[in-house]
């Protein structure tokens, strides 16, 4: 399970530790790393192997690129600004990004917790109606991985292709991963099922969400298939389904 990874660009020092330790001690999560101007931190990008998840920037960087110019050469990485001014003007060109926050000095913990979800979910759903976007949030389903709220509160991020199964379990899911490890996440079948959609994930049971990756092999004989070394039942209103997606594989 991989940590949510993000960049830090500000160039007040004490600003930016504290920054630090809200989203390392307070939130979980990891700095990737921190920089004060933007040609440090696009030189960071371009040494690093792992994109961050997410940029927190100030606007006003030193140098010949502010936080703007620098977000307008990050391609597919969400950004917060974070400015110590509420400028109209600054603002609204900001706005012209289409950033995924906007923030404005001091930050507190609850505040900055908030915009970071928010912006990981818009991130990899931008076209979520409220109304989906209720049903997301206790735990962020992205394009190629989960973000799963564990009990501290903090995200945690699983890869899609690390899950295996997903078994309903009252109004809690247990995930079984492909290295046997097992995550509770507080969410309903039916709702993980929804966010799973289109993933190559298929509801085999009223009990089971499964990979169709994973599959070691199905027994339409016994109405049984097998995942990372699990004997799993095909429930009869789901086995049509089934049988339909694994003839398009």
């Not at 160039?11 to 790393?33: H, K, N, Q, T």
């Not at 049971?205 to 004989?221: F, G, I, M, P, Q």
């Amino acid at each position: 399970m991989e940590k949510v990874s993000i960049l830090i660009v500000e160039d007040d020092p004490l600003f930016s530790v504290e920054l630090r330790r809200l989203i390392e001690e307070a939130l979980g999560y990891e700095v990737a790393a921190c920089v004060n101007n933007a040609a440090d931190a696009l030189q960071w990008m371009s040494n690093s192997k792992r994109l961050p998840d997410l940029a927190l920037i100030d606007i006003s960087l030193p140098g010949s690129m502010d936080g703007i110019d620098l977000a307008e050469k990050m391609t597919g990485i969400p950004i917060i600004f974070i400015t110590s001014a509420d400028v109209p003007g600054i603002y609204h060109r900001a706005r012209m990004l289409m950033p995924h926050g906007y923030l404005v000095k001091p930050v507190g913990k609850l505040t900055l917790q908030s915009i970071i979800e928010s912006a990981l979910l818009r991130a990899g759903n931008p076209g979520l109606s409220a109304d989906v976007l209720r049903v997301w949030q206790e735990d962020l389903v992205l394009d190629n991985h989960v973000f799963l709220k564990t009990h501290s509160g903090k995200l945690e991020k699983i890869n899609l292709e690390e899950v295996a199964v997903i078994e309903a379990d009252g109004n809690y899911c247990i995930i079984y991963t492909t290295q046997n490890r097992k995550h509770a996440v507080k969410i309903s079948l039916k709702r993980m099922a929804m966010q799973l959609s289109g993933k190559l994930f298929i509801q085999i049971h009223r009990n089971y969400l499964v990979s169709l990756k994973a599959l070691e092999s199905v027994d339409t004989a016994t109405n049984q298939v097998v995942v990372i070394g699990q004997e799993l039942p095909i429930g009869a209103s789901f086995r049509a389904n089934l049988v339909s997606h694994l003839r398009k594989l």
